[in-house]
């Protein structure tokens, strides 16, 4: 960015950010606002956006923390994305700032609980309800992980079917993982029977843990289909163009 035979854009420090996204470099984003700074180049909430996708991703606090702090100077509205990825951020934190991430919780929860806020909109959202769910899992509150992706299934919208599957696997490791936090153990059959056809596609680290927790031979039942297969599944549906 500082050679005087480049001239670079904003289109250039949006490829420099998917690639760290890509790479899960999150430390990296400093150094790219910086040359951005340097050449400057006007901050954009699209490039702070990448920025926080990129801390979200690594759990990396630290980093997300400075990013924000940018957000605010500049200005930026509060959008979805936003508050999903402070929120994934937390969660994806292998050591966690209990105070940090309950303020953010209480903060975000209040404007989803109040139609007249500001940020409502923005916090009542797909992405942010998934975060708050994890949270709640990773605490191994598994009635209030439930209650939360209950509440983004009632949400209309479209979604293209192999994202709808991808957030189909994430829910059913956001439940696995917080009924074994919690040792629900009727709570992980009624996950599993809800999701049986996804079950082999957990992540093997989830799947480790399952077999870890519960042992090969209460393993190998509860994964098998027809443990659930004359049981009934909850009656849940996804809501507006989502109904089946």
């Not at 990129?54 to 957000?71: I, P, Q, R």
């Not at 949270?135 to 709808?164: C, F, P, Q, T």
């Not at 993982?177 to 029977?193: I, N, P, V």
């Amino acid at each position: 960015a500082q050679n005087e035979n480049i001239n670079p854009t904003p289109g250039t420090f949006k490829h420099l950010f998917r690639a760290i996204v890509r790479a899960g470099c999150s430390k990296e984003t400093i150094l790219v606002l910086n040359l951005m700074n340097e050449a400057g180049i006007k901050m954009q909430d699209s490039i702070l956006t990448m920025a926080m996708r990129a801390c979200s991703d690594a759990g990396d606090t630290e980093t997300l923390t400075h990013v924000v702090s940018l957000w605010e100077e500049e200005g930026f509205a509060k959008t979805p994305s936003f508050y999903s990825n402070i929120l994934m951020c937390y969660a994806n934190d292998t050591e966690g700032d209990a105070y940090a991430v309950s303020k953010w919780e209480n903060d975000i929860k209040e404007s989803i609980s109040n139609p007249s806020s500001t940020q409502h909109r923005a916090a009542n959202t797909v992405w942010v309800l998934y975060a708050l769910a994890k949270l709640a899992a990773r605490r191994g509150e598994y009635a209030k992980a439930r209650e939360l992706i209950d509440n983004r299934l009632k949400m209309s919208g479209h979604v293209r079917e192999g994202e709808r599957h991808r957030q189909r696997v994430m829910e059913l490791e956001i439940l696995v993982k917080a009924a074994l936090a919690s040792y629900d153990r009727k709570g992980l059959e009624d996950t599993l029977r809800e999701y049986r056809d996804l079950a082999d596609q957990l992540p093997p680290e989830t799947l480790d843990l399952l077999q870890e927790r519960l042992g090969a031979s209460e393993y190998n039942m509860i994964m098998s289909p027809a443990y659930h297969r004359d049981k009934q599944a909850p009656d849940r549906r996804w809501g507006g163009r989502f109904a089946t």
